[in-house]
């Protein structure tokens, strides 16, 4: 049982260019979240998804497009990264259907994301 | 939405006692989490709580005053583990979590 993974671990981009960062957890959770997070500003939700085929806006969607096409796996897509998009880059998962202390999200090892 | 508010550091001694308070406002309430993170690292679910009142897990226990919207996290017996960073998270009525920018705590020997 691996949890929550993530995929890249870190990556280097340079400004304008695009890539996927990878979520997937096998714990068959209903739920799935991205957050950022940077210094001194904790963790801000980018978009997340109450169920396969389905996503919705957080708090920082801009710059950002997420699908989630299978109920596993969450993708967040960078089209045209920019300098402000440098961070650390969380995917967390619950099952969202008992709404009691074990509805804590579970976190993945995060993605940090350098752009030049 | 919600507006949270934690301290940034706190240093305390190993074997001391470290109490980190949150406050929130909060748009529609439906829990209160905290979380360590240690540097690098994910962060890892440590309380929950929903009703007023203490909860007591070994070492760390967590309270909540809903009226006050006040929450803290008490560690007890200080060891150089703790050394991290506490998150403080309210949880919506559609399950979001919103994050304090967390609690950075160093314990020196």
């Known amino acids: 049982n691996a949890g929550v993974t993530q995929t890249p671990k870190f990556r280097v981009l340079k400004t304008g260019q695009s890539m996927t960062l990878l979520c997937a957890q096998d714990?068959?959770?209903?739920?799935m979240y991205w957050y950022r997070q940077d210094p001194g500003m904790g963790l801000r939700l980018i978009h997340y998804s109450v169920g396969e085929g389905t996503t919705a806006k957080g708090e920082v969607p801009d710059g950002y497009n997420v699908s989630r096409l299978k109920k596993q796996n969450f993708l967040l897509g960078l089209e045209s990264a920019a300098p402000s998009q440098t961070s650390v880059y969380f995917c967390a998962s619950n099952s969202g259907t008992s709404g009691g202390a074990y509805e804590t999200q579970y976190f993945g090892p995060g993605t940090r994301l350098l752009v030049l | 939405g919600q507006n949270i508010d934690q301290p940034t550091e706190m240093t305390a001694t190993e074997g001391a006692i470290v109490q980190i308070n949150c406050t929130y406002q909060t748009s529609g309430f439906n829990g209160l989490f905290w979380y360590q993170q240690h540097a690098g690292e994910a962060p890892t679910f440590l309380s929950y709580?929903?009703?007023?009142g203490l909860e007591e897990k070994g070492r760390f226990s967590s309270f909540l005053s809903r009226s006050k919207g006040y929450s803290y996290l008490l560690l007890k017996e200080l060891q150089m583990k703790d050394s991290a960073s506490y998150l403080c998270a309210v949880r919506d009525l559609q399950y979001k979590l919103s994050f304090g920018a967390g609690t950075t705590v160093t314990v020196r020997a």
């Open positions: 714990m068959n959770h209903e739920y």
């Open positions: 709580n929903v009703l007023d």
